[in-house]
């Protein structure tokens, strides 16, 4: 299995916006903080828009927050925005996959395999991976 630099920077790119909820953080800051090449967490950042995980303001007091609660962005919300199909086989989707003969299950076996990580992603949420400082800040910011 493969993870991709998208995804991983995605995520911690999204971590560092759910860490700081009350304020907008540039892809300058959250670049140095996370150590990611600038001109590729901005590309990341904008398929995040896209999908509707992070949202945006220009100006001097602008920058990116998330665009929905941390408690309800999944792992594998991150990765199918930034990466679209979670496992492919040389780049094409599992769907329509079959062999022939001896070798006519293992197509299933690959999809088992998309399923459980799929499983897996879908059952960790950003909040749930934040460190418990940064997890209190955003419950009293929920409670206010």
Do not use: N
């Not at 007091?61 to 919300?77: C, M, N, Q, S, V």
């Not at 996959?97 to 799929?118: D, I, K």
């Amino acid at each position: 299995m493969h993870i991709s630099a998208k995804a991983d920077y995605a995520t911690r790119a999204l971590l560092e916006l759910a860490c700081e909820p009350a304020r907008p953080l540039t892809c300058e800051a959250i670049a140095s903080a996370q150590q990611i090449p600038f001109r590729f967490l901005k590309s990341v950042v904008s398929e995040l828009r896209k999908a509707g995980l992070v949202r945006s303001q220009r100006g001097c007091e602008g920058g990116y927050w998330l665009g929905r609660p941390a408690g309800e962005i999944t792992l594998l919300d991150v990765a199918r925005a930034v990466d679209g199909e979670l496992i492919t086989l040389r780049g094409e989707s599992l769907a329509g996959l079959g062999y022939p003969g001896p070798a006519a299950g293992l197509p299933g076996v690959w999809r088992q395999v998309e399923a459980g990580a799929a499983a897996v992603l879908g059952g960790v949420t950003l909040a749930s991976l934040l460190p418990a400082a940064a997890a209190e800040r955003l419950d009293r910011k929920g409670a206010a």
